[in-house]
């Protein structure tokens, strides 16, 4: 079944695997391409709906990926992950060069504040400005855009994606994990399963622990404790546990769990979900979160808690992290099994592994403005070009216009490229050498015969006296289009400016012939090069040939009659 349009992921590094899950959605009405750099961590599910094509590292530049352009322009639409990533860059920078929409995966929660950051601030003041959608897993990410003046109408909700062949209460046995570490079936087992560092939440759980035992003994006796994680407190929390009488209750997974976490889910019927302690950024996406709700385990989290909006209404909220009001929230799930079976049968229900929605038809919208289908609108493409030659406007706005023009048209690789070197000749025009250089680069890479890129690049080249490079422009316009007359003058400038006279009149009088638009050029250089040649004989049997070839040109008729008086 034909798709509605090829999508790049510009992915890089990716310390998050988990997250591709979530672009799945997408998959079924576009072709999704993984440009990611060797060494990233891709699962294999990703594999069955999309393709990766994969970068070599550069030394000089780490998480940039060489040549990406040359892939990308041929894509209808890019996608990058988070905004603070080189890769993300990069896809702003190629949806700038090539006028590609430009959609972003956003979960940042707070602006960077750190002096260091200044440079990549201003990265995301262009990223917040030219990003044409962004996708937001919740709220706090949302109201982030929002205060950087990013407007509504540019963000969209996307929900996070699990793989439900892993994580489901079928996907494994309840009492697997369990009888390994010696919890009883009965049991209620309440999950932490973060850094055991500088976080408030695994002490407050065991001081409600303690507190639960001094209320109802009996039923605190059924609620035992698992700590997944490491770091500076893992022993001083293990002294702690015993110090109070609760060590019994209490078990510590002492390495990753990331392999297996599958079984201590399915373990598990509690999971509190620490708040947000990072200073500058977003704690990392809770995706282990939503995987142990996806096995039916139950999210406990307070207000300040960075997934509770992710966790809505599927999860239990406690007032706060004081021990008083853990103990009760964990009492009301341990204590009533009819209101723990009623939430699991909820999150049962689930959809976490969505069909897409509202997000995937806004990234459709965005292509939908592509409003007449390739190969169809060459006329409108050469209309348009010859418009924007002549309007009477700045070089500014004639960019500005190409660049729309572009967005709103669905065009194949050799239109875009017309577009692009058109651009080119407006920023050449206006002495913008560095930018016209990259725009006839990008139309060449859009359409590797664009002649007239080449020209124009020969051009530049020429005028900086870069010699070999304008040759080498300038010939390879000539091999996809020998009768060019622009690319025979400008070798035939390039060797006069060599010295190479017999080089420099073949390819002169070549452009003669080929019907150059502006025949002044060519024939005063060539009157030049033969009046003050030191070979009069070869001078006049070269002019008489060309002339012969091209006919009776004023300036070389006197150019001739001046060589015959010299040569008596």
């Known amino acids: 079944m034909p798709k509605d349009g090829k ?81 993300t860059y990069q896809a702003l920078q190629l949806s700038k060069r090539f006028a590609k929409p430009l959609v972003i995966f956003s979960s940042e929660t707070k602006p960077l504040k750190d002096e260091q950051f200044k440079n990549v601030q201003s990265l995301q003041k262009d990223l917040f400005k030219n990003t044409d959608l962004f996708l937001v897993p919740c709220q706090k990410s949302k109201n982030h855009l929002l205060f950087q003046g990013v407007s509504a109408d540019r963000i969209a909700n996307v929900p996070l994606l699990v793989d439900r062949e892993r994580f489901s209460p079928q996907s494994g046995s309840k009492g697997k994990f369990r009888r390994y570490i010696g919890v009883g079936e009965d049991d209620f087992v309440v999950l932490f399963y973060d850094d055991l560092e500088a976080n408030p939440a695994p002490e ?36 702690m546990a015993y110090d109070w009488g609760v060590g019994d209750a209490v078990y510590f997974i002492h390495q990753e769990i990331d392999g297996f976490c599958e079984d201590v889910f399915l373990a598990s019927d509690a999971l509190l979900c620490a708040p947000g302690h990072d200073k500058d950024r977003l704690p990392r996406l809770p995706f282990e979160v939503l995987e142990a709700m996806a096995c039916g385990v139950i999210p406990v989290v307070v207000p300040s808690s960075s997934v509770k909006d992710l966790v809505g209404d599927y999860g239990m909220l406690a007032d706060d992290l004081s021990p008083t009001s853990l103990a009760f929230v964990l009492f009301q799930l341990a204590g009533d099994r009819s209101f723990l079976l009623e939430k699991r049968e909820v999150l049962r229900r689930a959809s976490f592994l969505g069909e897409g929605g509202e997000w995937v038809d806004r990234i459709g919208k965005l292509l939908s403005v592509l409003k007449r289908r390739a190969g169809e609108n060459d006329e409108n493409v050469r209309n348009f070009v010859v418009q924007i030659q002549g309007d009477q406007v700045s070089s500014i706005l004639k ?45 060449i890479i859009c359409d590797e015969k664009n002649v007239d890129a080449y020209v124009g690049l020969g051009t530049i080249a020429l005028s900086s006296f870069a010699q070999e490079e304008a040759v080498t422009f300038f ?46 050029l060519p024939l005063n250089t060539i009157s030049r090069i033969c009046r003050e040649a030191k070979d009069i004989e070869w001078a006049l049997g070269a002019l008489e040939k060309i002339i012969e070839n091209v006919g009776e040109q004023d300036l070389l008729m006197h150019s001739l009659r001046d060589l015959r008086l010299r040569n008596g």
């Open 475 to 520: 010939r390879k316009a000539i091999s996809f289009d020998p009768g060019n007359a622009k690319a025979a003058l400008g070798l035939g400038l390039v060797f006069f400016r060599a010295g190479l006279a017999s080089d420099s009149l073949y390819w002169l009088e070549r452009s003669l012939l080929s019907g150059v638009a502006n025949s002044t």
């Open 399 to 443: 960019q500005a216009g190409v660049d729309e023009f572009m967005k709103a048209h669905e065009l194949t690789d050799k239109q875009r490229g017309l577009l692009l070197r058109t651009k080119a000749d407006i920023l050449h025009q206006n002495g913008e050498l560095e930018e016209a250089i990259g725009a006839f680069e990008s139309a």
């Open 204 to 239: 407050a759980l065991l001081r409600s622990l303690v507190l639960m035992r001094q209320k109802n003994a009996d039923l605190a006796a059924r609620i035992k404790v698992i700590f997944a994680g490491c770091g500076a407190d893992e022993k001083t929390l293990k002294y």
């Open 7 to 87: 999508i790049a992921v510009i992915v890089g590094t990716l310390d998050i695997p988990r997250i591709l899950l979530t672009l799945q959605p997408l998959a079924s009405r576009f072709s999704l391409t993984l440009f990611v750099l060797e060494g990233a961590k891709i699962p294999d599910s990703i594999s069955k709906f999309c393709e990766v094509r994969i970068y070599q590292h550069v030394e000089d530049m780490p998480g940039f990926m060489r040549g990406l352009e040359k892939e990308a322009a041929h894509y209808d639409l890019l996608l990058g992950l988070e905004g603070a990533r080189l890769s």
